[in-house]
Nanobody
Framework: VQLQASGGGLVQTGGSLRLSCAASGRTLREYRMGWFRQAPGKEREFVAAFSKSGGTTYYADSVQGRFTISRDNTKSTMYLQMNSLKPEDTAIYYC?????????????????????WGQGTQVTVSS
């Protein structure tokens, strides 16, 4: 599967953005999907993800209550709605997919358990 992330940009503190991740080649139902981010000088970190079934969502503590992960299987697209953005949310955001056999649930927040990555989209939050 090929993943294409988009929707990043420059926004002021408190603003909102919606990121999209379009999958080509296969349908989203076949994958466990997630979002990660990497800020300058920092390691990649988990943001949000779906469970293997897609019925459960997971969030990093730093974005819980502000970000919402969703998906439209008919469009093979995953979204990340980001509200109440803060300067510390500034990073390159990546979407990722884990293919069967899926990693165990405890690995959902680990980037190493994902097999495919999009190219990333830059999100910059100004103070």
């Amino acid at each position: 599967v090929q993943l294409q992330a988009s929707g990043g940009g420059l926004v002021q503190t408190g603003g909102s953005l919606r990121l999209s991740c379009a999958a080509s080649g296969r349908t989203l139902r076949e994958y466990r999907m997630g979002w990660f981010r990497q800020a300058p000088g920092k390691e990649r970190e988990f943001v949000a993800a779906f469970s293997k079934s897609g019925g459960t969502t997971y969030y990093a503590d730093s974005v819980q209550g502000r970000f919402t992960i969703s998906r439209d299987n008919t469009k093979s697209t995953m979204y990340l709605q980001m509200n109440s953005l803060k300067p510390e949310d500034t990073a390159i955001y990546y979407c990722a997919a884990d293919s069967p056999p899926f990693a165990i649930t405890s690995m959902t927040r680990s980037g190493s358990s994902y097999d495919y990555w999009g190219q990333g989209t830059q999100v910059t939050v100004s103070s």
